[in-house]
Each structure stands twice: as structure tokens, then as C-alpha cells.
């Protein structure tokens, strides 16, 4: 690990005005994520803004029946909160299904949402990688695929995106609360806070430089059967292959969104649509235009008979 100073701020406005500062500041949180990076060089800030000290740790009722989620609740404290058992039992099961126990004693809700990714050329510094080094090759393009994606994905780059938190976020259609280097503060639907790989696949998402997030708000619950569903090689301890997040109402229609397919969680309107017409129809909307390779061709089914696995619960539930 290369050397680097560090900094405590006393508020969210002064921790995004101290990583402007310096050039390669970086936040940190729980670390559970960057830390990793930088034991193996593949991140390397200069500096570091720890944020733990500013509050922004609270899950508090909003006025139109939501929840908002600081950024620095812990995954484990989300997940066993009452309200979001009760209420979004979607996002409570897929942050259950995530990591291990002490990693979510640690982990933090928007360390969660900007993970970055586990594709095994990433995480080689010895092999090319876009998402590392912009401009270097794609070495997963031609190389073992298992893992990667098959919709979304660019000549530059076929990575995943590994949160389970962040799928059940983007089928509940959450708000992300972010404040500025200049004090300013904005909101930004999960919708448009993912970015596709394109030519920029270093460039995950729509946050500016230097730009913090402060919260993630829950809209007022959906009703219906919630359900996330993660499909992986180990029964913990493993990321998604495929995962599937639902909620499902009483007359069968409902809204779905996937993990494991993508460069972020993977969302289609006219899916949501279909879900009263079973897993094949929705399936169809969600992977159109799917490109994969020998090696995670056995996604496009994995996906319909988990739906459909979903779907049948829904039913009997």
C-alpha cells in the first residue's frame, strides 16, 4: 500500500470541499471495498477524507411515508431495521444476501451503491483492464466470461457490476441525497446514477469529483410479495451470477430488476410491464439484444427459471 495523509472533517460540506483539495483524495467510510484497492495498488489516493465522524448514520421517517437512509448506516443495521423488514422486505433480503456478517457490521449504504467491480482482470494489475488503466484493452473481452455481462456491456468492457444492496435500490426506485465541494446539494434518481461502460468504463457513475453522497431515500412502500433471489457457485460468501429482485402484487403484475447481468443493476420498463405474462415474457424484455459468450450463455435461462421460480412463490405465498 502506498503512503497517503488523512484527514477527519466535522461535516459533509467540509469532507467534499477537503477531497477537492488534494489531487487523488478519496472518502472513506467502512472500507470494506477501497481498502482492498489499495493493498493491491489498484487505487491509490493520496489522500483520504474519512467521513465516519459527520453523522449522516440515521434512518429517519419521511413525510410522504419513505425512509431516509443515511449514508453511513451500516448494511446490518439496514437490514435488521423494522421498517425496512417490514416494508421493503426486498432490500433487507438483498442486503442479507450480501458478503458476510462482519462485512455488513462494517459496510456502509453509499460505500454499497459505489462498489466497484470483482472482475478478476480488474483486480490483476498485470493484465489490461479499461475500468483500470483507460486506453489499455479490455482483457475479459476474449478471456474466461462466467461472471460477466451479457446486456449493457461495450467493446471496452463486459464487467458487473456486485452489489445486491444496489438491485433492490433500483427496483424501489430510491432518491440519492449528495452534497458538492461548493456546499451545493442535489438529488439524483438511482435511474440516472449508473453509468453504462460506453467508452468510459472508469467512469461508473454520475456523481461530479469531489461530490458526496449524504443519504438514500426510500419511497412510500410498494405493498405486494417481495423477493430477491441470488443464484452464485458457493451457498455465502460468493457474488451473484444472477440475482433477481421482485415485488409482485396480488393480481400478478410488478416490477423486477436483475444483478449479475450488467455494468449496474439492470432495470427494463417494458419487463415490469410484462410480469403479469410470466418469466419468458419478462425475460425477453430484460435480456433483449443479450450478447454472450460460451462461457455465461447458461445466464439467459438461469434468469427465466429463476423469475419463473419467483413468480410460482409469488403464487403459493
Request: net charge positive.
Amino acid at each position: 500500500m502506498k503512503a497517503f495523509t488523512y484527514q477527519r472533517p466535522t461535516s459533509p460540506a467540509e469532507a467534499a470541499a477537503a477531497v477537492m483539495k488534494v489531487p487523488g483524495a478519496r472518502f472513506i467510510g467502512g472500507g470494506t471495498n477501497l481498502l482492498d484497492l489499495m493493498k493491491l495498488e489498484i487505487e491509490t489516493p493520496a489522500h483520504l477524507v474519512d467521513v465516519n465522524g459527520i453523522g449522516m448514520d440515521k434512518i429517519e421517517p419521511t413525510r410522504d411515508g419513505g425512509l431516509r437512509v443515511g449514508a453511513l448506516v451500516r448494511n446490518a443495521d439496514l437490514a435488521a431495521d423494522m421498517r425496512v423488514r417490514r416494508d421493503y422486505g426486498v432490500l433487507s433480503r438483498a442486503l442479507v444476501a450480501g458478503a458476510s456478517a462482519q462485512l455488513r457490521n462494517k459496510a456502509t449504504t453509499a460505500g454499497n451503491l459505489l462498489q466497484r467491480t470483482r472482475c478478476a482482470y480488474f483486480y490483476d494489475p498485470y493484465q489490461p483492464c479499461n475500468k483500470r488503466v483507460p486506453g489499455s484493452g479490455c482483457s475479459a473481452i476474449g478471456g474466461y466470461t462466467r461472471s460477466h455481462a451479457i446486456v449493457g456491456q461495450s467493446e471496452a468492457c463486459i464487467a458487473t457490476h456486485p452489489s445486491d444492496m444496489a438491485v433492490a435500490m433500483q427496483l424501489l426506485d430510491v432518491s440519492i441525497e449528495t452534497v458538492r465541494p461548493d456546499g451545493s446539494a442535489r438529488v439524483i434518481p438511482i435511474a440516472d446514477f449508473y453509468r453504462l461502460p460506453g467508452n468510459t468504463p472508469h467512469i461508473e457513475n454520475n456523481l461530479a469529483p469531489g461530490e458526496l453522497i449524504t443519504a438514500v431515500t426510500l419511497p412510500k412502500p410498494l405493498g405486494g410479495k417481495h423477493f430477491y433471489h441470488k443464484v452464485r457457485d458457493r451457498a455465502s460468501y460468493a457474488f451473484a451470477l444472477i440475482s433477481v429482485a421482485a415485488v409482485v402484487q396480488p393480481d400478478g403484475s410488478g416490477r423486477v430488476a436483475l444483478g449479475g447481468v450488467a455494468h449496474r443493476p439492470w432495470r427494463v420498463a417494458a419487463a415490469d410491464q410484462a410480469m403479469a405474462q410470466g418469466a419468458q415474457a419478462v425475460t425477453a424484455q430484460l435480456l433483449a439484444g443479450a450478447r454472450t459468450t460460451e462461457d455465461n450463455a447458461f445466464k439467459v435461462p438461469l434468469v427465466q427459471r429463476t423469475l419463473a421460480s419467483v413468480m410460482a412463490e409469488a403464487r403459493k405465498a
